[in-house]
């Protein structure tokens, strides 16, 4: 099963990966509530490849949405056959313009029973002021689709892998809410991750674990299969991110196992123990622990608080209390045994005194009930010994 490579992709520019239908309905279904009267905002989408755009157009009433627009970015690499729009008056092929979509209203124009994308298609070929062509060059940066933004209520797309961080840095700008889809590994990087410490970011209800599958350009020589003539490729990291309310980040994850020194290991360069899933997080350890990233699709602010991440060089000598950087000679010795090995990454010592780096790790704490918080002396991280890890 061939899969696709997103730092590969990012390195080569090719951003184009267009969301299934089934995928966006999937997600999206949990969120109706929150879209009633509001303006939905498609900034990264051309509906001759947009699924976003069908998917809302098609639910615009069910959705009970105030206002549809989406843009389109100019020089669109693929013209879909979808929706067919009339450009005769622009003189230009559609994909070789940036414009906008703008929808108050979808009826059944033809009178069949149904909304569907006939009706789409007639009202767009038939109302002049719901299609437009943008001045620029439809760039979700640009002022013309910044101030469309600032009109939105919320954004759902599927922006460019390669422009994630600076993408959701404009919604979080302007205080948009948003339901989007980005690479799983952006969940560390240090902007995105500082969102999560806050509680203002959370990944969606999909599983997190599968991964999508996304229409590709005909360019891509990776690809899972074909599918009506388009290329299926299989991305295993990805996911959907919102600050909308998402129900599970409100549910406990079940703690059972005991903690235990041999079991859960302190890293050598932090005061933390190391866990290795959030399956096994110790029930009655309150202290610092260093948890896989993946720990933030199951993450309940009300249960935990993320501390930070471990691996940031800068936080770990300005912030972190509970770093402790090995010695030059140490130091100087682990490059020698593992090329790969980095100062700030957690690690552990074997007998041998052999340095093993932990993968990706974020450092987390339990927030305690107050029924602990009257036992603090009788749990394995004292309260003297816990007020060391308290941030001021």
């Known amino acids: 099963m061939a899969r696709v490579d997103l730092t590969n992709a990012k390195r080569a520019k090719k951003d184009e990966f267009y969301t299934q239908l089934g995928d966006i309905s999937k997600e999206l279904k949990y ?30 009433n069910f959705f009970g949405l105030k206002k549809l627009i989406a843009t389109c970015y100019n020089g ?8 067919p729009l009339l450009f005769d008056d622009m003189g230009e092929e559609p994909k070789k313009i940036a414009y906008k979509v703008e929808i108050t209203e979808v009826k059944d124009y033809n009178s069949d029973g149904a ?36 009109e939105a209520d919320i954004v759902v797309t599927n922006p460019p892998f390669s422009l994630f ?23 560390a990087c240090k902007e995105i991750f500082g969102l999560f410490q806050k509680d203002q970011i959370r990944t969606g209800y ?36 919102t600050n909308l309310p998402v129900s599970k980040h409100n549910e406990d ?26 399956k096994d997080i110790p029930c009655d350890y309150y202290g610092a622990m260093g948890v896989p990233v993946t720990f933030l699709d199951k993450y309940n602010p009300n249960q935990f608080e993320i501390i930070w991440r471990g691996g940031d060089i800068e936080w ?34 074997d007998k041998d005194g052999y340095a093993h780096v932990v993968y990706q790790r974020i450092f987390i704490r339990r927030r305690q009930p107050i029924e602990y918080q009257q036992q603090e002396s009788k749990l394995p991280m004292a309260a003297e010994e816990q007020a060391k890890y308290n941030k001021p």
Not at 116 to 122: G, H, P, R
Not at 125 to 133: A, F, G, I, M, P
Request: charged letters at 25%; hydrophobic letters at 35%; proline letters at 5%.
């Open 253 to 278: 994850i079940i703690l059972y196992k005991k903690y235990s020194p041999e079991d859960y290991p302190k890293y050598d360069n932090y005061d933390a123990i190391n866990v290795d899933s959030y």
């Open 31 to 60: 969120y109706k509530p929150y879209f009633k009267d509001k303006v939905v905002f498609c900034n990264c989408d051309d509906p001759y490849e947009s699924n976003f755009f069908k998917f809302f157009a098609l639910n615009f």
């Open 115 to 150: 909304v569907n994308l006939t009706d789409v298609q007639y009202l767009i070929q038939n109302d002049k002021n719901v299609l437009s062509r943008l001045k620029g060059n439809g760039d979700f940066r640009s002022p013309e689709c910044v101030e469309l933004l600032k």
């Open 76 to 83: 669109s690499p693929i013209a879909g056959d979808e929706l």
């Open 316 to 349: 770990a000598e300005a912030e972190c209390t509970f770093y402790t950087p090995p010695t030059k000679e140490m130091a100087d010795n682990f490059k020698k045994q593992d090329k790969t090995w980095r100062i700030q990454n957690p690690y552990l010592l």
């Open 165 to 187: 961080r600076e993408y959701v840095a404009l919604l979080v700008k302007y205080q948009k809410q948003y339901v989007i889809i980005g690479n799983t590994n952006s969940l």
């Open 206 to 241: 999909t599983n997190f674990n599968v991964g999508m599958f996304f229409y590709v350009l005909d360019s891509f020589e990776k690809y899972h299969h074909i599918e009506n003539g388009k290329k299926i490729a299989r991305v295993s990291t990805s996911c959907w991110y």
